[in-house]
């Protein structure tokens, strides 16, 4: 039966099957359109279908917003470094907040996107950075400063750990993050900046329900052009690059680090340096002291970059003349430990110009700042980790305090299990959600197909009910024991088997048993 109705403005052919199913099924609801002076009835979406995938969106917003790390400033611009805000024309700074921000690190840029296009109004809108930002007031020798660490994550090819790897065309990489530390004493102030983001080139890494999936280079695509345009963007914003891979060198690994040091050499670009560390080897056994080996590796370097340093006059002592662009595999337990170190020996030298220590003190000394110092860092790595990963960072317990501890390792081991569990059972909701909020994905009222609405193949619900059953009757025929022993071992077996195949069987199909994004499917998909 059919009625016609009116719901919330809007005319509906409401479609009554049978009065025995539930109310759900039983009533359909079609929206009618206006066209040329005839309603036109869209067949393909119902009503109810359209409120349910609402809901569903409303959720992604709502997760994406949930996620500590979004911060804003109505005076001050949070997504530019100390060094770019002072090498600006005049003109520049009387721009609004939302014309002179770094579009990387925008993340409501979508949702001001009608703002943007109507000047009089850029008053009114407010960029939004997502990252992380700690300030402290600082003592050294009876010597007050504000010391700040601030990290801004890129907006471009944003997305979860292993949804999204390497670079997209345009050379933007995954989990980019800027990562500034600023000193101000006595109207001076000092930054260093780094940067970390995904081995630049094009590879993939999908979760199948290993706990580590083979990491895949792709063989379609031409990979030096986006790597080009990597770097070349890199020069341009921040100068000389000082490569840091620290990637295992051997296992799974390997061929990226190895094809890494390849395109370098290729590019032959004297703006570009390598250095590749294995971090998991030089520093297995707890072996920490070894980073040291590192450090002294890239002294000379960071030396020759410097910092930024401006005087409480406002003139330019000392520029950054370039930075490390430091990176592991995902970019965050192992570089952030990296980073903290080098980070360290700038501030060393910047409190040491600046004269708040004095010449042969040592940042460590300071056991009060150095406490503040390693628990900012550790801070700031559980930040990216769980905005990317899922979980908070590993490897904390260094940052800390300094040290490998028991206890660190039971936690790291705790939170890889959560990152297993959420790489292969949320993540595909969390990079539908991210997409949506950065409008990468966007929504169709009159869609004919929800892209939310996957039919899940028979073995998806079919095996995981077969391997339960079979694993449970195999624990039954353990506790009641037949009248002889072979005939227990023999049905022991043959549930043990059938548990033991069909869980063997969805292993080798463990991409269809994970949780995938469903909204949007490019690139970063391959």
């Avoid at 930002?133 to 007050?144: L, P």
């Avoid at 907006?155 to 933007?172: K, N, P």
């Avoid at 005087?311 to 337990?333: A, H, P, W, Y």
Wanted: hydrophobic share 40%; charged share 20%; glycine share 6%.
């Amino acid at each position: 039966m059919w009625k016609l109705v009116m719901m919330e403005q809007m005319m509906c052919l409401l479609l009554i099957e049978s009065p025995r199913k539930s109310p759900l099924q039983l009533r359909k609801m079609f929206p009618l359109q206006l066209l040329h002076g005839l309603y036109m009835v869209f067949w393909e979406q119902s009503v109810w279908w359209q409120l349910q995938d609402n809901k569903v969106f409303l959720s992604m917003l709502s997760h994406v917003l949930s996620v500590d790390g979004f911060y804003f400033s109505t005076t001050y611009d949070l997504t530019h470094t100390l060094q770019r805000l002072a090498n600006t024309s005049p003109e520049f700074q009387e721009m609004s907040l939302l014309e002179r921000a770094d579009p990387r690190f925008v993340w409501n840029g979508h949702l001001l996107r009608e703002f943007a296009a109507q000047p009089e109004i850029h008053r009114f809108a407010t960029p939004v950075m997502h990252g992380f930002i700690t300030m402290h007031s600082c003592s050294i020798n009876g010597k007050c400063f504000d010391w700040l660490l601030v990290s801004r994550r890129s907006c471009f090819r944003a997305g979860v750990r292993y949804y999204v790897r390497g670079i997209d065309s345009e050379g933007h990489a995954a989990n980019f993050v800027e990562t500034e530390q600023i000193v101000h004493y006595k109207g001076s102030k000092a930054s260093f900046v780094q940067t970390r983001g995904s081995i630049p080139f094009f590879w993939s890494q999908r979760p199948n329900l290993k706990y580590k999936p083979k990491p895949q280079i792709s063989k379609s695509v031409n990979h030096m052009d986006g790597f080009q345009r990597h770097f070349d963007s890199q020069i341009i914003s921040y100068g000389k690059q000082m490569i840091v891979n620290l990637v295992n060198q051997k296992g799974s690994e390997k061929p990226l680090e190895q094809t890494f040091a390849k395109m370098v050499t290729s590019m032959a670009n004297g703006m570009v340096r390598y250095v590749a560390f294995d971090f998991h080897k030089e520093c297995s056994r707890m072996r920490w002291d070894r980073l040291q080996i590192l450090m002294d590796q890239l002294a000379e370097q960071q030396d020759e970059f410097s910092y930024f340093l401006v005087d409480s006059d406002g003139k330019i002592v000392t520029q950054q003349e370039g930075i490390f662009r430091s990176n592991c595999m995902d970019c965050l337990d192992r570089t952030n430990v990296i980073q903290s170190l080098l980070a360290r020996r700038s501030l060393q030298a910047q409190l040491q110009r600046l004269g708040v220590l004095h010449v042969g003190q040592r940042i460590e000394e300071q056991a009060d700042f150095e406490k503040i110092y390693k628990n900012a860092w550790a801070d700031n790595a559980n930040a990216c980790a769980k905005q990317y990963a899922g979980t908070g960072a590993l490897k904390t317990d260094y940052t800390r305090t300094g040290k490998r501890t028991q206890w660190g390792l039971i936690m790291d081991g705790w939170n890889s299990l959560i990152r297993y569990y959420k790489n292969n059972f949320s993540d595909g909701f969390r990079q539908d959600a991210i997409d949506l909020f950065l409008g990468n994905y966007s929504v169709d009222e009159i869609e004919p197909a929800s892209p939310l609405h996957v039919k899940k193949d028979w073995k998806f619900l079919a095996l995981p009910i077969i391997m339960v059953v079979a694993f449970s009757m195999c624990i039954i025929c353990l506790l009641m024991a037949g009248d002889t022993w072979t005939e227990t071992l023999a049905y022991v077996l043959f549930w043990g088997s059938a548990s033991f195949g069909t869980f063997a069987i969805i292993l080798y199909n463990g991409k269809d048993f994970v949780d995938a994004p469903k909204l949007v499917q490019k690139e970063k998909m391959d």
